[in-house]
């Protein structure tokens, strides 16, 4: 068995200009999808997987991100004298346990690889996953608990990796795969950030989630930019790959990229639908509205 991840990294230090100005002084990872922020569901997916430590590397201004996690002793006292027990319950719930979670500031939003960067103290040497926030994975057996059945099969690195139509693979890191292995394995031999049209090695791209070796930090050392003009994770996942081996997991699920507009607004009419207690109501609104 290879060595367990016990360790997730969520960088949230981005700006989210896509979503300005909602997000100018509320963190992209703290809007909400029904009624609980997008970072919740990510950090669900990773407790649900068995991670026990939480590491969140911030920015300025994403200091609701600790208070989120933390015991709001205020609300806790005001919600015990007014009998209010389920909401209590549910707070209880979605607590992070004490001395389980980390944060540090990435102080400049210098790129994803940067940003993972900066967790390499609070990881040391072992592996560890990483999950961004903005992607949600909406399935039954959450995508990195899939991700660790097949890392504790192959385990060196893992990262996930869905299909896009050809034209959309401009917007993401896409991989050079050999066949499809069993159980939707790949072998990745290439990857390449943002693709000029056209010029993509497959319509597989990367999607968010990744188990790591700690040797990761070695390549995101040199802090050598990329496309954008950024630290991509990218890059050092390419030097990595040259040097360890990586798969590909296609795992199941239903994307939703929060980080755009559209992707945003079909993970929150995807989560109601789904939810017994709005589900009726909401899909009739949602005749009304289409019928207008
Ligand atoms: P994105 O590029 O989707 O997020 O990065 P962004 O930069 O916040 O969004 P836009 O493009 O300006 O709208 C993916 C994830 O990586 C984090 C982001 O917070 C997001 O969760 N990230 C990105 C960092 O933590 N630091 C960075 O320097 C860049």
Redesign the pocket.
Same mark, same amino acid.
């Given at each position: 068995m290879p060595a367990p991840i016990r360790k997730a990294v969520f =960088?949230? !230090? @981005? *700006? %989210?200009?896509?979503?300005l100005p909602a997000t100018k002084a509320v963190p992209?990872?703290m809007l909400t999808v029904v009624d609980r922020p997008i970072i919740q569901y990510v950090v669900d997916e990773a407790r649900e997987a068995g991670i026990e430590h939480f590491i969140f590397?911030t920015g300025r201004n994403k200091h609701v991100i600790a208070d989120h996690f933390d015991v709001s002793f205020e609300l806790k006292h005001t919600l015990r004298e007014r009998g209010k027990q389920k909401a209590l319950e549910l707070l209880e719930q979605f607590r992070l346990a004490p001395g389980k979670t980390s944060f540090t500031r990435?102080q400049e =939003? *210098? %790129? *994803?690889g940067? !940003?993972v960067w900066c967790a390499r103290e609070m990881v040391g040497n072992e592996p560890f996953a990483v999950l *961004?926030?903005?992607v949600l994975v909406k399935v039954e057996r959450g995508c990195l608990a899939q991700m660790i059945d097949t890392y504790n099969q192959t385990g060196g690195n893992v990262i996930a990796v869905e299909e896009v139509p050809e034209d959309q693979t401009n917007q993401y890191g896409v991989v050079d795969v050999e066949d499809a292995g069993t159980d939707g394995v790949y072998h990745v031999h290439g990857m390449v950030e943002k693709p000029a049209p056209g010029t993509a090695p497959s319509n597989l791209i990367i999607t968010g989630r990744y188990i790591l070796q700690p040797q990761v930090f070695d390549y995101l050392e040199d802090q050598e930019t990329g496309a954008g003009g950024e630290i991509q994770l990218t890059d050092a996942l390419m030097k990595l790959m040259k040097a360890q081996g990586m798969s590909g997991l296609a795992f199941e699920g239903k994307t939703y990229d929060c @980080?755009s507009k559209i992707g945003f607004l079909s993970a929150n009419v995807a989560y109601a639908l789904s939810r017994e207690d709005l589900a009726d109501d909401y899909r009739a609104v949602l005749k009304d509205l289409l019928a207008d």
């Open positions: =960088p949230v !230090a @981005g *700006l %989210g200009t896509r979503f992209k990872e590397i990435q =939003p *210098l %790129g *994803l940067h !940003a *961004l926030p903005d @980080g």
